[in-house]
Each structure stands twice: as structure tokens, then as C-alpha cells.
């Protein structure tokens, strides 16, 4: 580790600050009183707002420009994003950019390799680089993210008190409000974002690239609001979904797909299914091989794994319907024979080592 880094005094002291007062006003608030169901409901309602303006808008739209939203849905996102308390969209961003650039390095701000508690929390309660202009140039053009950022504190007081005061007036519980549908809602959305930085790092598969620590985990995606699969994001971060099939639990892309079909987003960036199909042969081909180390199956899985990887890159390019026609057919001989090898080279007891 590098020299001791100076504490950031006031999300340490927020942090740290409101865990406190939770574990004293919520026993005391127990003693007298019970929540209304209504207040309960409300608040995990908010819980999930704001979650996902969080993974839809400071995730996927503002730190990797998966797709372009209306001015409108833009500020909508911009206001439980703030409500969401988690710094302004600029500086998430900035650091979001470095944690996908420099993963698992030093200079990823919420490296897993410090320590599972360092990339849940502890890396917030130490000073971090000033932010970088040249990392985020294309967000910092934006007015309403330069007016957050500016008047982050004041934003993000303001959108909290006002929704506490909203909650409290509709249930005419002001202080059921203040402790549920603010602070209680702060703690359950803080740890659950944390957790694609935390968990989201360390349990789960490797599904689509072994090269960094990212993994899939279908119990973390519905903690997450669909940020679960995050092995695929980390190898595909301009992806607008995050969990790709269909029976993916990824909310957020339900919610971006939603804005589309109604004409509030456009620009839907998705990967090539033949590219990640490729990427994915590209993987396994690699694992063998250096599982294999030397055999003369080494040669076979080579020659296929050529022959596909030529075709499934043409096949991304191809419009014309009867080439696509064509080479699929061809693909199909090919991808048999493939899984054929797969299948066989699993028995082979060189693999089991
Ligand atoms: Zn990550
Ligand atoms: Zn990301």
C-alpha cells in the first residue's frame, strides 16, 4: 500500500453519523411506536426509485453512455439520483470511469483487491483524487450535471427533506418519516449499491472474461436492481443492459427499454450477440489451449476455433439475408463440432488436472 491517505471528514462523518444515530433512534422509536404498512411500502418504493436512478442514470447513462434520455426523464433521474445521496454525478462518474479503466489496481478508487470492506465503504472515508476534467469532458458540457455538482449539498438536502416532509404529510407521520422514508431508506439503498462495488467483486461466475475480478451473481442483480450480472458489464460496459436474456432480473434495462418505447431515450447501445458469441469462443478456446499445454488436440481446437471466430466476426457485418442465411447454416456445422470438443476435452483426464 502507498502512504497513508489523509480521511475525508464529512462522508466519513455522514456515514458514520447517521449508522449511530439508526442503531440508537430505532430501538427508542420501537418502544412507543409501530410504522403504518403504508409508510413501509413508501419507503422500499423510494428505495427502488432511487436505486434505480442511480443504475439507469448516473450508471448506465451518465458514466458509460449506454443511451441519450429527454431533458425530462434526464432531470427525473438527476433528482433521485440526488435523493439517492451517493456525491454529485460528476464525481460518480469520474470514479466510476477509473474503477472500469484501472479495476483491481491502485488507481481503481473501489479496488476489491484492498479488501471486500474497503471496495463496500472504506475506500468513501479516504481522500480521493481530485476529479479528472479529462475523464468525464463529455459530461461536464452538461448544465444540470454541472449545476448538481456545484450545489451538491444543497441539492442533496434539499431533495431528501422535501421527500421526507411529502411522506410525512401524506401519512401524517412526520416522524415515522423522517426515521423511514429517510434515513432508513438512506442505509438500505447506500449498502445495497455498495454491494455491486463489494459482492458484485467477489462471489459469483466468470461467465464472460476471466481478466478481472467482476462476477455474475443472479442474487446479487435482485439487491442490485439488475446490476447483478456484472461480469458481462465489466467486459461489455457500453451494453445498456446488464443481465442479457431475457429472464435476466435486470430491472434498469426493463426501465431504459420502457423510456425507448415511449420515445424518452434513443441511442440503446447493445452488444453484437455474434460478438459476444465470438468473445465467449475466443474465452474457451484460450482456456483449453492452456489447459491442454502440449497435445495434439491443441491443433484441433485451434483450426475450428479459427474457422468460427472468422465467421461469427463476418457474420456481425453481414445485412444481406441470404449471406446471413448461408453462413449461419455453415456456423451450425461448425459450432457442433466445437461443442464436440468441449465435450471430449472435459473427459480427457490432461483437463481434470
Ligand atoms: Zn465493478
Ligand atoms: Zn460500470
Known sequence: MGPMKKIAWTPFLYIAGYHLFLAV????????????AGLIWTMIG??????????????????HNCYKVHPVVDAILLFFGTLATQG?????????????????????????????????ILWMFFRSEPIDPKVISDLTRRKMLNFQHKYYGLCMVIANASVFLAVGWIF???LGAFLFAWWVRTFLLHHTTWCINSLAHFWGTKNYSQEHSAVDNYLI???????GYHNYHHTFAYDYRNGIRWYHFDPTKWLIWILYKLGLATDLKKVNNYRIARHLLLQHKDELIRKLKESEAIQKVQEVAERLSQ??????????PKQVRDLKKSLKEDWRQWRLILKSLQKDPLLRA
Open 221 to 227: 442483480s435482485l439487491l442490485t436492481y439488475g446490476e
Open 172 to 174: 401524517n407521520d412526520y
Open 46 to 63: 423510494l428505495v427502488f426509485l432511487s436505486g434505480t436512478a442511480i443504475t439507469a442514470g448516473y450508471h448506465r447513462c451518465y458514466s
Open 88 to 120: 454529485s454525478a460528476l464525481r460518480w462518474a469520474n470514479d466510476h470511469r477509473l474503477h472500469h479503466s484501472y479495476v483491481d489496481t491502485d488507481k481503481d478508487p473501489y479496488s476489491v483487491k484492498k479488501g471486500l470492506l474497503h471496495a463496500h
Open 25 to 36: 433512534a430505532l430501538p427508542l422509536y420501537f418502544i412507543g411506536h409501530t410504522p403504518s
Open 311 to 320: 465467421k461469427l466476426a463476418k457474420m456481425q457485418s453481414l445485412l444481406d
